[in-house]
């Protein structure tokens, strides 16, 4: 099993959806977990961090669930400009990327 | 402000040269990061330093070097690279609420 694992996708959504991802990973003793998006030839930018109460910020909303060891993504009233590849980050000493899930939001 | 720059942004060189590409931050980060990145994958840990010294090394061939003069700059020496070691090269910083990244160097080994 790989250490931080996601769905690969695509996730064709329309405009105005809602869209979740979710983001496996193996190590217990991580303690970090940030979201980041990453546009084509792009670097990854920093979304959110993930706390263990969760957060929200604006559109976006991150949760964490230790017991069943994964963190969600959920974006609302999806905008075209949402397009990209989303990569979770989980810490234990380093940081290991997942795999990454592609989102096209289409008009 | 959360700059990370990378210098150069595209670099072309043969299988026998020697080059190095650049890294620098000046938000107080203490944890610097290399990472390589192929098309359609996810970035690929190389090497973090923390406090200027080198803390994980990820079974990266020998054939790349990095170096931590201060604790703003990185560097990773590059020699004798194979042409499969063409990809997105990454440097990020962090001071533990997530890393920031510089925009790469896009490297081409002929």
């Known amino acids: 099993r790989k250490e931080v694992e996601q769905d690969p996708g695509p996730f064709n959504v329309p405009e105005g959806a809602t869209v979740a991802f979710n983001c496996t990973y193996s190590?217990?003793?991580?303690?970090?977990f940030f979201w980041y998006r990453q546009d084509c030839r792009k670097e990854p930018k920093l979304l959110m961090s993930?706390?263990?109460s969760g957060n929200e910020d604006g559109r976006f909303t991150a949760q964490l669930n230790r017991a069943s060891q994964y963190i969600s993504l959920l974006i609302r009233d999806s905008k075209l400009s949402d397009s990209a590849t989303y990569l979770c980050?989980?810490?234990?000493?380093?940081?290991?990327f997942g795999t990454g899930t592609r989102l096209k939001v289409l008009a | 402000d959360t700059e990370v720059t990378q210098t150069p942004k595209h670099l072309v060189m043969g299988m026998t040269n020697k080059k190095s590409l650049k890294c620098e931050q000046h938000m107080g980060h203490r944890a610097m990061y290399w990472y390589k990145q192929k098309a359609k994958k996810p970035p690929e840990l190389m090497f973090v330093?923390?406090?200027?010294?080198?803390?994980i090394n990820e079974s990266v061939p020998s054939r790349f070097s990095p170096e931590c003069p201060n604790s703003s700059l990185l560097n990773l020496h590059l020699h004798a690279l194979q042409p499969e070691d063409s990809a997105l090269y990454l440097c990020a910083s962090s001071q533990g609420s997530g890393m920031y990244f510089g925009a790469g160097t896009r490297l081409s080994v002929l």
């Open positions: 980050v989980v810490n234990a000493a380093n940081g290991i």
């Open positions: 190590n217990s003793a991580s303690q970090s």
């Open positions: 993930v706390y263990s």
């Open positions: 330093y923390s406090y200027e010294k080198l803390s």
